[in-house]
Nanobody, 119 residues
């Protein structure tokens, strides 16, 4: 059974940083990819970043390159999203998700963690 558990969200002032964690278990298929998505109130969910678990290749939404960094710790089965220079428009619920590296649709989702950036 696949389980993805996010943590690390909270309230931060504009210009600050947060690091989100996604603890993954049950991902027995390989190769797979873990991604971060976010959804702001009243807006559609959008892609933030992803990482291929085995190769470590990373992918980013163009608008977030340079401020957000995705990484993984194989020993801890955890994917991180380091978010720097946060802006009020980064306020959203952040979700991690997983899919096969050969697929296109994310099949497994965490419950989300809330990030609020105050101005």
């Amino acid at each position: 059974q696949v389980q993805l558990v996010e943590s690390g969200g909270g309230l931060v002032q504009a210009g600050g940083s947060l690091r989100l964690s996604c603890a993954a278990s049950g991902l027995t298929f390989s190769p797979y990819r873990v991604g971060w998505f976010r959804q702001a109130p009243g807006k559609e969910r959008e892609f933030v970043a992803a990482i291929s678990w085995s190769a470590g290749s990373t992918y980013y939404a163009d608008a977030l390159k340079g401020r957000f960094t995705i990484s993984r710790d194989k020993a801890k089965n955890t994917v991180y999203l380091q978010m720097n220079s946060l802006k009020p428009e980064d306020t959203a619920d952040y979700y991690c998700a997983a899919r096969s590296d050969f697929g296109t649709q994310y099949d497994y989702w965490g419950q989300g963690t809330q990030v609020t950036v105050s101005s």
